[in-house]
């Protein structure tokens, strides 16, 4: 389906409110047209392409809720929709965490979330990006799986309060594995942009070609604290797991890493290194988002973490207006300032430490102390006195973002880079920690 | 989906903040809606328009799947009923052999030149694609069923049975654990219905009824004063069942440390348990770190099982299919070709199984036409198959694929997935306390939790809900802080012992994820209590 124009969006959801007879009602309204290729042992396996649309219709009598999704805009289809979320409604049990839709809201300026050259990515330009990255990895006798995939979607919203909210966006994200013949080295790179024209697909399966030409005949190190580098691709996987936790009911209830005895929280207390700064803003460059959430809530550059001071929570509506603050919706982009230094220069300055290239199997061991256990995978290095020395066998780690921000070394220059884990993108500084925990060695490869 | 609501699940923390992540397809339906299928004789219309579009286009072969999902989730915690939701997601996936190359498409128009249009589109990816190809797809001859149906043995459709009973059973459930002592409670009724219609040009057109069921609650205790907290998660299993696993039956309980259960749960009894569990935890010993041996119960062992040797024998993985993402395999061709390969001690009999009663992996016939079936993964200790689909079958030398082919939905491409994988209990009667009486130094873990495993699976680490210290051959307290990590042969080498049948259960999970895009698929794994021999088990206490 085509993009809606924000024209066309306003006029199909006007004429959608106009069926209401709820006491309020909302309707979320959009669409995207996604594609993609993925392939493995240096051929294509699978692909497709899902085309699709929603529009989901929330009514609302008093505390009672009633939301029903339809996909046929014609003006029968959307009316019957409207009325089957009025009967659902009806049915419902009172929620008494309903909050009441928002009225109209103040955005910023809409950032360049759609870049169009991305939203006109066709089969064929897919395949020669996928055919770009098995070159490399055939002429260096590697072996290729990867995973290209592209989308451009619309987003729209407009409530009974007279709310009224509109969005496009594209994006292009890729990753490759490339691994030696005799199944003894393994490199990854991954990247992913709003713009399709930063998307080298060549000059980034380069990057894990070298990773797995050096990985060959690692060493074994004894398990135990080390410095590491972890590079923004592995960062990220625990940094999410820190950012993404910082919601304000469960510190609350007390059952949270951010819970203190006696039913306080660390809200404004220094947590982590006084280096770290950590934020949202919706009109980055290089990762611009929208700026409003999905409930109407504007979207604005806020401080999460503050020279290592936790400055904001996330607030439900409900739970802000039960705590008599404001909401706080969760980020839609995760900044992470960084230092001016360049991985290689990290790796310089480093006397004796691990570079790792990404972690992988990232699970909760203790939600007290937000302790963490995984592996390194896929490029893991020895450093001394500022050089790569050897590959070196992979490692299981047991470890807490909280720990390993307060043992900050060094930060380098910030990235755009994607999780391994969620999937989702932010801007991550390369970071040298030192004390990282590994308890385990691992024979994989 | 995205990976992450994934991971929220799959760890089955369930706190109020995790619940409202779980990943919802499609549209809602109104309660007493009409969920029966869709009408055969329509679907095997709409099947035949795009085998036809598909080949006049030039496809080789063709195979389409009409799905209707729904799916219902019942939200509470403490004395509220959080939310209700009922989805429904409705369309077709068309999946293609053109040039030798895989292509597919995927709609929710399901009209006839909507289909068409996407049959179209299947074959113009699939020769778009073939440039870069090296491989022509080999599929194994599958000969086709004609008009069949399979339904999974239900004795009562949860879907049908009414809201009130669910809620009310929930809230019963919060309000034995808050009378227990707990702080807070979430419990979730998770049901699923996927009506799947398959049709290919082999000549296959195959109508089912597939249902599953998943009760879930976590219980917090927290101690103000230190501001410690604990949980202590629901010991129930997803199953393949309908809405009788829910009605609790005495013959389906094993009195152990705690009340473990069969083929049918007491939600109640189990909260009230874990409420008191909950404060235990609060005090127990912190472990001393070191070598153990652990004795496993089976909602605990289903997960080491899944991760340790379901994922090692999927060939896909073995391959390089998920070198990208879920990672290779340690159990490389040559050691399977070898017929040696010790992957454990003599007491490791471990099978696939698609047509187990009661499973969640259990249907009449995969999602590329294929017929459930029952083999042999490891025999005696030693590696003797591995876990295929049509386009692999050839590479291990099979004339017939084994059926393990899965897609989460209409508009995901199907592939290989993991088949019920389970150990066989032993054959010497004994039952857990026969176990634990010879022990001289262990611990009895309950219960699944934390879990990470490397890309070729050899290096993981496991935790529990529930840890009991054994000091000569007694139960002597219950510990906390306990992890083990282990190399995969190594640990199933350690296997000293398998308790009889009549301690066999299912563990399992709704949400194993493999792929990219990444896609769930629902597995049940089968064990007695089992003894691994000297374990290294870490102390996981950190201070932030």
Known sequence: ?445 | MKRKDFLYLTGMGISASMLSRIPVFGSPVLPGHDMSPVDVALKKRMADVVLNAARAKGATYTDVRIGRYLNQFVVTRENKVENIVDTQSYGMGIRVIANGCWGFAATDKLDTDSIAKAAELAVAIAKENARIQTDPVQLVAQKGHGEVSWKTPIERNAFEVPIKEKTDLLLSVNDAAMKGGANYVNSILFLVNEQKYFASTDGSYIDQDIHRIWPLFAVTKIDSKTGKFETRQSLSAPRGMGYEYMTPRESDKIKSVTTLYKDRYDMVEDARAAATQADQKLKAKSVEPGKYDLVLDPSHLWLTIHESVGHPTELDRVLGYEANFAGTSFLTLDKWESKKFNFGSKNVNIVADKTQPGSLGAVGYDDEGVEAKKWDIIKDGILVNYQAIRDQAHIIGLTESQGCCYSQSWQDVQFQRMANISLQPGKIPMGVNDMIKNIEKGIYIIGDSSFSIDQQRYNFQFSGQLYYEIKNGKIVGMLNDVAYQSNTQEFWNSCAAVCDANDYRLGGSFFDGKGQPMQASAVSHGSSTALFKGVNVINTARKI
Not at chain 1, 18 to 27: P, R, T
Not at chain 1, 49 to 64: D, H, L, N, R, W
């Open chain 1, 1 to 445: 389906m085509a993009i809606l124009t924000e024209d066309e969006c306003r006029a199909i959801l006007k004429k959608a409110l106009g069926y209401s007879k709820a006491d309020e009602c909302e309707i979320n309204f959009g669409g995207s047209d996604s594609g993609n290729i993925r392939y493995a042992r240096n051929t294509v396996s699978t692909s497709g392409a899902v085309s699709s649309t929603s529009m989901v219709i929330s009514s609302a009598f008093g505390k009672k809720l009633g939301v029903v999704t339809t996909n046929e805009y014609d003006d029968a289809s959307v009316e019957k929709a409207v009325r089957l979320s009025e009967e659902l409604a009806n049915l419902a049990p009172e929620n008494p965490e309903f909050v009441s839709f928002l009225g109209p809201q103040t955005y910023a300026p809409r950032s360049k979330t759609f870049v169009p050259e991305t939203a006109a990515i066709t089969p064929a330009i897919r395949t020669d990006m996928v055919g770009q990255s098995l070159k490399i990895a055939k002429d260096n006798k590697l072996i290729a799986a990867g995973y290209l995939d592209n989308s451009a979607g619309f987003s729209s919203m407009m409530n009974s309060h007279g709310l009224f909210a509109y969005n496009t966006s594209t994006n292009v994200n890729f990753s490759v594995t490339l691994r030696s013949e005799d199944g003894t080295g393994s490199g990854y790179s991954t990247k992913g942009f709003t713009d399709v024209s930063k998307m080298d697909t060549l000059a980034f399966t380069k990057i894990a070609a070298q990773k797995a030409g050096g990985s060959k005949g690692a060493k074994a190190i004894e398990p135990g604290k080390y410095t590491v580098i972890l590079e923004p691709a592995a960062g990220i996987v625990l940094l999410e797991q820190l950012y993404g936790g910082l919601d304000a009911r469960s510190a609350d209830e007390g059952r949270s890493f951010l819970s203190k005895a006696g039913g306080k929280t660390r809200l404004g207390e220094k947590m982590v290194d006084e280096r770290i700064n950590i934020y949202s803003d919706p009109s980055n460059p290089d990762l611009p988002t929208s700026s409003w959430a999905g409930d109407g809530q504007p979207q604005i550059r806020r401080s999460w973490i503050e020279k290592g001071v936790v400055k904001n929570f996330t607030y439900s509506r409900y739970w802000a207006q039960k705590q008599g603050v404001k909401p706080i919706p969760n980020p839609d982009s995760i900044i992470m300032e960084g230092g001016n230094a360049t991985l290689g220069e990290l790796i310089k300055g480093t006397e004796k430490g691990i570079l790792v290239t990404r972690l992988w199997y990232i699970r909760p061991v203790d939600p007290q102390t937000l302790l963490f256990t995984g592996l390194t995978r896929d490029g893991t290095f020895y450093i001394e006195n500022g050089q790569i020395k050897f590959p070196i066998k992979n490692l299981r780690f047991n470890e807490s973002p909280v720990i390993m921000l307060n043992n900050l070394d060094a930060l380098g220059i910030s990235e755009r880079t994607v999780s391994g884990e969620s999937g989702q993108n932010a801007l991550i500084p390369p970071m040298r920690i030192r004390d990282f925990t590994f308890t385990s060695l691992s024979d994989a490869v």
